[in-house]
């Protein structure tokens, strides 16, 4: 009788350092995935009954959205204990069993981590604000009032209003980024480092293999709190910040970027660098610089291993024009830093809705983002081409939505329950009322409905991905310049002899492509691709070929 031999999926997870490196993320909204306990809140238990369905994507990590212990005013990037589960989400144990489910999968886990800011409820600011002189006195950000009452500068919240609440205990100001209950944390105080330092090593002694830092370039103000200068009109970019909200007409020069935070991130490398293959990306938050930020962040090895920013995150439609923009000055600025792209996330109105794509421009934006170089991000429901949900008015629960109701509606949209089951108008999400509505527009796109239908988008995200995780050259190899061909984006991949050719039709009309000459190979052809010797690319049509160099 044979013996079942048992592998140690832990084991064949940490012996690939660069996993990363061309990977495929999958981003999870843990609110919003599943509820197992009917509370119609997702929760951790919920990620482990719904594990098979991320495996079948072939993705090649997690990335979970904050499930600490919160006061949820910003729903959990508002965090009050940097090493516990809240209740709401379940048990440190519950955590435990999603490292266990994912990993028995060949699925790695990383979490995000806020540290930037913590809750006004965290121990540490409860113990901060007490006095000018306790142990954590310093371990936030403090200032004193102009003479005139005023605070120190002219910071601005991205919530929206000044950066500065007064506290009548200290008879001081404290710093803000976000909303007034999310004091920024000080970190030219090497004691705040060495707490944060030792949170991320509890996550990583329980088994992460990395993390998603939220507003990665926050971390560290400007020591003198120098004022802002006015941004030009003709400068302001609402990538960040909605076209509304006041944040936009400031340069922030001195409140975000600053050269310290480099200090940090190389401590923050070092600790996972005594770990066998666990990797960061960051979140860059910038409109002006994002790129150059990426850049420098992800230098030298000795920094995060990636990060992304917002181009392909904006309102800008990626034509051909814009896709070859953004490469350009990826080109000119980054030599061995490494990018992570994504289109949709848990901050931003759906790319479905936001650049107005049906199922063919979805379906060559997937494909793109699987051959492009860096690392690929892919955010819950993205895969069943879901859209924006309009969320009434009275079912707001974020409070970004309702400072700028109506102009902006805030990030609820991207947020509502992932669709299950079209049958059940809960969408199989949850058995009580879930915490934002289902979207009946999202029903007749239930993962249920999709995996009986061989041509649904659900399908082609499987196949990209597998396209990408099977072709070496398109998960690492080096790319060329994006040139243009009318509305075609075109270029080329390169690794170990092989040359693979990328081109894509991102507009609504039928365009000439000219192919280089030579023996080259079709692929794509599972995803909708041409054939080698087409002339001509339908909208929103592919062209992938490959040849011996």
């Given at each position: 009788m044979n013996k079942e031999v048992k592998i140690d999926m832990s084991s064949v997870l940490a012996a690939d350092k660069d996993w990363w490196r061309g990977g495929v993320i999958y981003q999870i909204y843990p609110r919003s995935f599943q509820d197992s306990t009917g509370d119609g809140i997702g929760d951790l238990r919920g990620i482990v009954q719904r594990m098979d369905h991320i495996a079948s994507l072939g993705v090649d990590a997690i990335w979970i959205s904050p499930f600490f212990t919160s006061p949820m005013k910003d729903f959990g990037y508002d965090v009050s204990n940097y090493c516990d589960v809240d209740p709401m989400f379940g048990t440190l144990a519950d955590f435990d069993a999603v490292i266990e489910a994912a990993h028995a999968r060949g699925i790695r886990v990383m979490i995000d981590q806020v540290l930037s800011h913590t809750s006004d409820q965290h121990p540490w600011f409860a113990e901060s604000r007490q006095s000018r002189d306790n142990d954590k006195a310093d371990w936030f950000v403090w200032a004193d009032p102009k003479e005139d009452g005023t605070p120190p500068n002219n910071w601005l919240s991205i919530f929206g209003g000044p950066a500065?609440?007064?506290?009548?205990?200290?008879?001081?100001?404290?710093?803000?980024?976000?909303?007034?209950?999310?004091?920024?944390?000080?970190?030219?105080?090497?004691?705040?480092?060495?707490?944060?330092?030792?949170?991320?090593?509890?996550?990583?002694?329980?088994?992460?293999?990395?993390?998603?830092?939220?507003?990665?370039?926050?971390?560290?103000?400007?020591?003198?709190?120098?004022?802002n200068p006015a941004l030009p009109v003709d400068m302001r970019?609402?990538?960040?910040?909605?076209?509304?909200?006041?944040?936009?007409?400031?340069?922030?020069?001195?409140?975000?970027?600053?050269?310290?935070?480099?200090?940090?991130?190389?401590?923050?490398?070092?600790?996972?660098?005594?770990?066998?293959?666990?990797?960061?990306?960051?979140?860059?938050?910038?409109?002006?610089?994002?790129?150059?930020?990426?850049?420098?962040?992800?230098?030298?090895?000795?920094?995060?291993?990636?990060?992304?920013?917002?181009?392909?995150?904006?309102?800008?439609?990626?034509?051909?024009?814009?896709?070859?923009?953004?490469?350009?000055?990826?080109?000119?600025?980054?030599?061995?830093?490494?990018?992570?792209?994504?289109?949709?996330?848990?901050?931003?109105?759906?790319?479905?809705?936001?650049?107005?794509?049906?199922?063919?421009?979805?379906?060559?934006?997937?494909?793109?983002?699987?051959?492009?170089?860096?690392?690929?991000?892919?955010?819950?429901?993205?895969?069943?081409?879901?859209?924006?949900?309009?969320?009434?008015?009275?079912?707001?629960?974020?409070?970004?939505?309702?400072?700028?109701?109506?102009?902006?509606?805030?990030?609820?949209?991207?947020?509502?329950?992932?669709?299950?089951?079209?049958?059940?108008?809960?969408?199989?999400?949850?058995?009580?009322?879930?915490?934002?509505?289902?979207?009946?527009?999202?029903?007749?796109?239930?993962?249920?409905?999709?995996?009986?239908?061989?041509?649904?988008?659900?399908?082609?995200?499987?196949?990209?991905?597998?396209?990408?995780?099977?072709?070496?050259?398109?998960?690492k190899g080096e790319q060329s310049p994006v040139t243009t061909q009318g509305p075609v984006a075109v270029f080329t991949r390169t690794h170990d002899g092989e040359e693979i050719f990328c081109a894509f039709n991102l507009g609504e009309a039928e365009a000439p492509i000219t192919l280089p000459a030579g023996d080259w190979q079709m692929m794509g052809a599972e995803l909708g691709g041409a054939a080698p010797d087409a002339t001509t690319l339908a909208p929103w049509q592919c062209l992938l070929a490959r040849r011996a160099i």
């Open positions: 500065w609440q007064w506290d009548a205990r200290r008879e001081q100001y404290y710093l803000h980024n976000f909303l007034t209950s999310q004091p920024d944390l000080n970190f030219h105080c090497p004691a705040v480092q060495d707490a944060l330092l030792d949170a991320v090593r509890f996550w990583l002694d329980r088994g992460v293999d990395g993390f998603r830092l939220d507003t990665i370039n926050f971390y560290v103000h400007d020591k003198d709190l120098r004022d970019d609402d990538s960040i910040a909605p076209r509304v909200n006041p944040y936009n007409h400031q340069h922030h020069l001195y409140s975000k970027n600053q050269p310290e935070n480099l200090a940090f991130l190389r401590r923050f490398r070092a600790l996972l660098d005594e770990y066998p293959a666990a990797a960061a990306v960051g979140e860059v938050g910038d409109a002006q610089k994002g790129l150059e930020i990426m850049a420098e962040y992800t230098s030298g090895g000795d920094k995060v291993h990636m990060c992304y920013s917002f181009e392909f995150l904006s309102k800008h439609a990626p034509t051909a024009g814009r896709v070859a923009e953004v490469w350009d000055r990826v080109g000119s600025v980054i030599d061995d830093g490494w990018a992570c792209w994504a289109f949709s996330n848990h901050d931003v109105v759906r790319h479905s809705s936001r650049w107005n794509l049906g199922d063919a421009g979805l379906r060559c934006l997937t494909t793109l983002m699987m051959t492009m170089r860096g690392t690929a991000c892919i955010y819950q429901g993205e895969e069943l081409g879901l859209t924006e949900a309009d969320v009434a008015y009275e079912d707001l629960q974020d409070p970004y939505g309702i400072e700028f109701w109506p102009e902006f509606k805030g990030r609820d949209g991207c947020r509502t329950p992932m669709v299950w089951q079209a049958s059940n108008s809960d969408a199989g999400f949850s058995a009580g009322k879930p915490w934002l509505p289902v979207a009946s527009e999202h029903l007749g796109r239930a993962v249920e409905a999709q995996e009986g239908n061989a041509d649904a988008i659900l399908h082609h995200y499987r196949r990209a991905i597998a396209m990408r995780r099977n072709e070496l050259t398109l998960a």
